[in-house]
Structures are given as C-alpha cells and as structure tokens.
Nanobody, 127 residues
Framework: QVRLVESGGGLGQAGGSLRLSCAAS????????MAWFRQAPGKEREFVAG????????RYSDSVKGRFTISRDNAKNTVFLQMNTLKPEDTAVYYC????????????????????WGQGTQVTVSS
C-alpha cells in the first residue's frame, strides 16, 4: 500500500507560480511512476504530468507544457509540480497518483493506469 499526501496548493495570481509536493510512504518510492492529475469544477479529471520511477521519462499535457515542471526526489519520497506562468484555467483540485513502474518507455496518462491517489489539493488562480 502506498499513501500519498499532497501539499502546496492555495491561491495564486495569473502569471505567478506555485509549487505542489506529494509525499509518499509505504513502499520503495523509486519503484513507482508518479503523476499529477487535476479536476476543475464540472470537468473530467485530466492528466497534467507524469514521471518514471527513476525520473528519466517525463511527459506533460499540452496545456501545461513549457509552464509546469514535474520532478522527484527519491531520497525524500517526494514528487513535485512546479507551476509557473499560472493561468485562471489552471484552477482545479490537483491529485498525486502512483503506479508500479514497469520500466516501459512511456508515461501512463489515464486515470485507470494509476493504483494509488492522494486526497487532492486545491489550486485557485485569480486573474
């Protein structure tokens, strides 16, 4: 079992930055691929960014590419999402997710691929 706890959400301004963290516990962290998803009011949960267990493979959604950066510190069992140049449309609940890394050369982007989820953290961007 893997337990995920997000932190770092809050209120940001358009053009500003926020950094989310997700602390994991329970298993060898580097065995897990990690991802961030988000869900805006009235919308489906969507993939934002994902990173392989060792960190060599990263993928972003088109909507955040060039503005957000996902990274991980396996020594601290933590994955991060640095969000720059925030836009009001980034407003959503952000969820951290984990899955066993099968060492493929791809980052999974679908919700059903991930087995463990955090409780979510609210990010609100004002214009």
């Amino acid at each position: 079992q893997v337990r995920l706890v997000e932190s770092g959400g809050g209120l940001g301004q358009a053009g500003g930055s926020l950094r989310l963290s997700c602390a994991a516990s329970g298993r060898t962290f580097s065995n897990y691929a990690m991802a961030w998803f988000r869900q805006a009011p009235g919308k489906e949960r969507e993939f934002v960014a994902g990173i392989s267990g060792i960190g060599g493979i990263i993928r972003y959604s088109d909507s955040v590419k060039g503005r957000f950066t996902i990274s991980r510190d396996n020594a601290k069992n933590t994955v991060f999402l640095q969000m720059n140049t925030l836009k009001p449309e980034d407003t959503a609940v952000y969820y951290c997710a984990a899955k066993i890394d099968k060492r493929t050369l791809a980052v999974a982007t679908t919700q059903r691929s991930y087995d463990y989820w955090g409780q979510g953290t609210q990010v609100t961007v004002s214009s």
